[in-house]
């Protein structure tokens, strides 16, 4: 109960009727004659003090923070293990909670993770993904124990407005042991009611390593399936005898049941009971339809709102399904009609939010940008909410304040949005916080002194914490009306991340945080590397689904390498560990409008060009620009363009569009030599323009050209300059797309080189068509390809390899041997360049402001360059917006160059990120050796493999020689460790034979 700020609350009643029934039972005993003398009557007993109900047991967990939290494909429940496993695609990772008490179990680190389930046993995790591969999780030990490639020839393209290449996303595994694949794709909506969208299915039979397509007919399936529990069915809508039908698969006879049903108003949503014995269908006129084993229909119930889901209870008792009013419906399988209902509103997220599995207590699990939650859905109310209490827009007006100290004892008011006269904005007499799975210490609840409506707003006196940082808040009824507010109230603040967490002193850097305050800016210190930052200015809040906050401050002075940052207001401090790095060097330098760059590494310098005849010249070592690059064959008006350097640096090549030529430089003699791309075989009056150049190992280069013309890839034979058609690189233009290589880039070796390009990016050729990919070997002097990569997500990346040709990349991410997509980096950019191990991946930002460098394996960003000081006019250089920003690196990846709009920005890295480029042999027995090819290693550096402790030794900052400890056979991680702190773990690392 609770007590009421102003008026007659229900306490105050219950308290006057005790105390009248005390006095008119002392009056009884006393009775009303005179001349007899009795003891007074004893005071009256105090009110009792707050009493809060148990904790409903609904929490929320907000998964790792982002820049930008992204949808969450999906979670799956373990009821084995009473845990929640949840994709994660914004960190790579699947994410794992406990349903007991919504701690964090751990993670594992997946590329590109979406849907999750379960084999029957719940002895694996299958999770798909938006690659062409499915890993496989042991969900206890936490870790990959084997991958899935799925064939490319298999791999088809969405026929819908996707626009995307169909991928394994969602797995279902069969109680036969085989595994349906659904083929489909992850949507990019956060508003989007399913996140992982199947279109077709594959069969995978895990003894033979066989593919078969799956579908019940020619045309692709009308909603995602839904798999019984027991792994015996998969309940499907797609076409089949009678056009668009309810299907059933069975792995007993591994086919469809020669049974069927219509939906006559097709099917949004499926599920199944857990032993394949009742199946319902949401149709798309907000239908529930429940079917038995034979599909025949059992029970029907329509719903006057459109819904979002269908998910069975694990007893088959119920079906709980979500409408756009934020209300869950509990269904009675049997009869089809309401049992009961209660409310679930998430914070300032004005989006309804889908149920997305259940546990055997009748816990219900759902997603939101960024979070997981889970809600008592045991018992609700017999009718339908009328009015859920919602905190629409900033997340920073869900608590005021939302922050205090550990001892607790701060009121905290939660004003929701007015929902009109009456209303009391759903905040109900019942109405109780709880800060975590704490209760607040009192409640209160009355009219909002500004208001005219009836709103209401409750009060909560926050309670004593363990530990500092932020916590969920509660707000709950006595119906089991939920409303969940993320990370509304921190203990002290909170520190999230630093952008950019590259610099040098005098730039300035914003702190993300929780619990600042907003309210006393002396109240806010901070520290960098133990020395005090100047200039604090608080920001405004930066999300509307959680209260983040920021800070920005400028760098004081410190010494190269890794710093702590300290965050302290007089609610507490918080520090992160090595939460910048000081650059070695950082400079922004005045020039010319560059397009293109590379790095020579003979003599230490950076060429660059598309500001006009010349090729620039940067010294690193001096921050300035020396003597360019001129050449009498290269016209007045003449804009060059891309520009590579021979693998022994001693020619650099530059594509001269307009003189129809690429300009030689043999930086040794001092000399240049223009060779036209031109064939005899050209079409008189041909204008052949060069576009892309790159070098390979057999003094060979190569020439992309005009699109449309007959060999639009040509040879360059770089000992006599001769140039040649190359027909197994590309095609010309017919009817209808053809694409052909825009876009390369090459191992420093040049033993290998990666085409990227689709028909119209460059030219405007209409039509535009999906990204594809070539490579190119030197020791075969071949072509392979194209592969198609995707529209979404993988599209517009600029090609990327590493030295040796044992990376290849997109800005978008890595590809594996096939040309496919392998890991996504979480901020993909334009332009990419991997450094010499393959390691670290570096691209430009799709906003032209910053240089994202993320290692290869996990995908996620290890450091993170910005542009300072942007201004506009004569100014300042400032970055290209909307166009992809030249970026160059040396081998290390420690020096980094990016062209800006009127010069360039210059970057030396004090301690290069630790990561794993490539690990070899890829396979190994105990006791053999095998070497890692990466960066950041340092002496006193540590490994396990497996889990276990493995004897290193640093052969250089580059390459690391260990021993493979006593392991059993399989796949397994590898986790390294710096002296200063600094940890680097990755997945299915090495399969021990």
Known sequence: MKTASVGVSHRSVCLLFARLTTLLLVIMLCGCGGG??????????????????????????????????????????????????????????????????????????????AGLSFSPDFSKLYVGTITPYVYIVDPAGLHVSGQIAFPASMLTFSPGATGATLMPVMP??????????????????????????????????????????????????????????????????????????????????????????????????????????????????????????????????????????????????????????????????QAGTPVEYFSVALGSNPFPTSLVDVDETHHAFGLTPGGLYFVDASHGQATPPTVVPLFWGIASTQANPNVGPLVGGTQVQFIPAPLGAGSADGIANSMEAYFGTVPATNDVVGPYPSSSNGENFLTATTPPAKNPGPVSVVLTDASNNTVLLPDAFTYGPHILRVQPNGAVAGDQITIYAYGLGFFDLSDTHVMIGGTQAANVSLNPYVSADYPDESVTVIVPPGSPGWADVILTTSNGSDTLKRGIQYLKKEAQVTGGQYEFA?????????????????????????????????????????????????????????????DQSVIVFDLAAGTSTAVNVGLASDPAGTQVQPITVVAAANNRAFVSVTACVTNPVRQIDLTNLQVAGRADAGSSCGAGYVPYPEYGGASADGSTILYAGSSGVEFGVQPSGPEHIWSYNAASDTFAGPVIVADTP?????????????????????????????????????????????????????????????????????????????????????????????????????????????????????????????????????????QLRGSGFVAGITATIGGKAAICSVVNSETLSCTVPNLVAGATAISLTNPDGQTYSFENALVVQ
């Not at 668009?244 to 219509?262: F, N």
């Not at 230490?604 to 620009?625: E, H, I, K, M």
């Not at 506009?872 to 990016?898: E, W």
């Open 172 to 333: 279902y595994p069969m109680a036969d042991g085989s595994l349906m694949l659904g083929m489909g794709y992850t949507s990019q909506s956060s508003s989007a009611a399913v996140l992982v969208g199947v279109e077709g299915l594959v069969r995978y039979d895990a003894v033979s390593g066989a593919f078969t397509p799956a579908n019940p007919g020619p045309s692709n399936l009308g909603a995602d399936p839904a798999r019984s529990l027991d792994g015996k069915y998969l309940f499907v809508y797609g076409f089949g005898s009678a056009g668009y039908e309810l299907l059933l698969y069975s792995s007993a006879t591994q086919g469809y049941l020669p049974v069927s049903a219509q939906a006559p108003n097709g099917a949004a949503f499926l599920a199944a009971n857990a032993d394949g014995s009742k199946f319902a269908v949401v149709d798309n006129n907000w239908n529930v339809t429940f079917v038995n084993a034979n599909l025949q229909t059992q029970a029907q119930y329509s719903s006057p709102r459109a819904l979002k889901c269908a998910i069975f209870s694990r007893d088959g008792k119920y079906l709980y399904t979500a409408n756009d009013l934020n209300n869950v419906i509990a269904l009675d399988t």
């Open 598 to 658: 590379a790095y020579d590494t003979v003599r230490d310098v950076f060429y660059l060009t598309g500001g006009g005849n010349s090729v620039a010249v940067f010294n690193p070592n001096t921050q300035v620009f020396g003597q360019a690059l001129q050449s009498t064959s290269i016209s007045s008006g003449a804009v060059l363009q891309e520009l590579v350097l021979t693998p022994d640096n001693s020619k650099l090549l530059v594509v001269d569009p307009k």
């Open 794 to 930: 993988w599209v517009s990346g600029l090609a990327a390899v590493d030295g040796d040709g044992g990376i290849t990349a997109l800005a978008q991410g890595t590809l594996d041997q096939r040309l496919l997509p392998s890991v996504p980096i979480v901020q993909p950019g334009f332009d990419a360049r991997v450094n010499d191990t393959g390691s670290l991946l570096y691209s430009t930002g799709t906003d032209g402001s910053h240089i994202a460098v993320s290692d290869t394996r996990n995908g996620r960003l290890q450091l993170q360059l910005a542009v300072q000081n942007t201004s506009s006019g004569n100014g300042p250089p400032i970055p290209i917006i909307g166009v992809p920003q030249p970026l160059a690196i040396d081998p290390s990846g420690s020096k980094i160059l990016c062209a800006l709009q009127n010069g360039v920005g210059y970057f030396e890295l004090s301690v290069a990120p630790l990561a794993v480029g490539t690990v070899s042999p890829a396979n190994a027995s105990v006791g053999g050796m095998i």
């Open 36 to 113: 007899t003398s009795s003891a007074p009557p004893p005071p009256p007993p105090p009110p009792p003090a707050f009493q809060p109900r148990p904790f409903p047991g609904d929490f929320f967990m907000r998964l790792p923070t982002a820049a930008v939290d992204g949808p969450i494909p999906a979670a799956a429940y373990d009821q084995a293990l009473k845990e929640i496993f949840v994709s994660d695609a914004n960190f790579n990772s699947v994410e794992v909670y406990s349903t007991v008490d919504g701690h964090k179990v751990g993670e594992v680190s997946i590329p590109g993770p």
